[in-house]
């Protein structure tokens, strides 16, 4: 089983039986809705989420791995609030006063819950795309989409833009897949998790990840010639 952000998870379910099609026209389609409809559609899309999931059958790693960066993030975001609220009271309120300010205008605030909360909804949704939608039925979709609308305007028949989409939906899950691939070599030979390991592997993630996009590019022009 892969264990990298929006992995593929192969499996026999009703959901990955649905045309990987229809998948990909709800997927832009619920993304908008998740952030201009009210709040109470992204409640129920969430609890939607939440029985699906379980029918699934997804394993707490799996959704784990695949939310981890929008916990970071929405880590990040409280924590950057917090101690920006603090360091702007403690010029006027004492020490005690301005953490506990701080905590009320960071955690109670309305308008960044709802937000992080819609994007948390958002990557939920990408998430279950993803693995219940392999790569090749997603290239395969857009392929025949395209292929659809070219035939009815009399263009030819080349993939032109649905290899370039294919390649931007694909490109999250191949990234993480590859940091993965680096993390576990670095575990390998004793290396710790820390920032020195981000330092030393993130460099090497550019390199490898641009000679396989130029693989990548090679391939799709030698199929096209």
């Given at each position: 089983?892969?264990?990298?952000?929006?992995s593929?998870?192969?499996?026999?379910?009703?959901?990955?039986?649905?045309?990987?099609?229809?998948?990909?026209?709800?997927?832009?389609?619920?993304?908008?809705?998740?952030?201009?409809?009210?709040?109470?559609?992204?409640l129920?899309?969430?609890?939607?989420?939440?029985?699906?999931?379980?029918?699934?059958?997804?394993?707490?790693?799996?959704?784990?791995?695949?939310?981890?960066?929008?916990?970071?993030?929405?880590?990040?975001?409280?924590?950057?609030?917090?101690?920006?609220?603090?360091?702007?009271?403690?010029?006027?309120?004492?020490?005690?006063?301005?953490m506990?300010?701080?905590?009320?205008?960071?955690?109670?605030?309305?308008?960044?819950?709802?937000?992080?909360?819609?994007?948390?909804?958002?990557?939920?949704?990408?998430?279950?795309?993803?693995?219940?939608?392999?790569?090749?039925?997603?290239?395969?979709?857009?392929?025949?989409?395209?292929?659809?609308?070219?035939?009815?305007?009399?263009?030819?028949?080349?993939?032109?833009?649905?290899?370039?989409?294919?390649?931007?939906?694909?490109?999250?899950?191949?990234?993480?897949?590859l940091?993965?691939?680096?993390?576990?070599?670095?575990?390998?030979?004793?290396?710790?998790?820390?920032?020195?390991?981000?330092?030393?592997?993130?460099p090497?993630?550019i390199?490898?990840?641009?000679?396989?996009?130029?693989?990548?590019?090679?391939?799709?022009?030698?199929?096209?010639?």
């Open positions: 089983m892969n264990n990298f952000v929006f593929y998870s192969n499996k026999n379910t009703f959901f990955h039986k649905i045309n990987p099609t229809v998948k990909l026209f709800l997927l832009p389609v619920l993304s908008f809705l998740t952030f201009f409809l009210p709040l109470e559609f992204c129920s899309l969430f609890f939607v989420q939440l029985i699906l999931v379980m029918i699934l059958r997804f394993s707490a790693k799996e959704i784990l791995t695949d939310l981890a960066p929008i916990i970071f993030y929405i880590f990040l975001v409280y924590f950057a609030n917090f101690w920006g609220i603090f360091f702007v009271l403690i010029k006027e309120l004492t020490f005690c006063e301005s506990i300010q701080s905590c009320k205008n960071t955690f109670w605030d309305k308008n960044t819950f709802i937000s992080l909360f819609r994007i948390f909804v958002l990557v939920q949704t990408s998430s279950i795309f993803f693995k219940t939608t392999s790569s090749e039925k997603i290239k395969a979709s857009v392929e025949s989409i395209e292929l659809f609308i070219r035939k009815i305007f009399g263009a030819k028949d080349e993939c032109l833009f649905s290899d370039c989409v294919s390649l931007f939906i694909t490109f999250i899950p191949r990234t993480f897949e940091w993965n691939q680096l993390v576990l070599s670095w575990k390998v030979r004793g290396g710790k998790i820390g920032l020195r390991m981000i330092f030393v592997l993130f090497i993630l390199s490898i990840g641009l000679k396989k996009a130029r693989e990548t590019t090679n391939a799709i022009l030698n199929r096209r010639s």
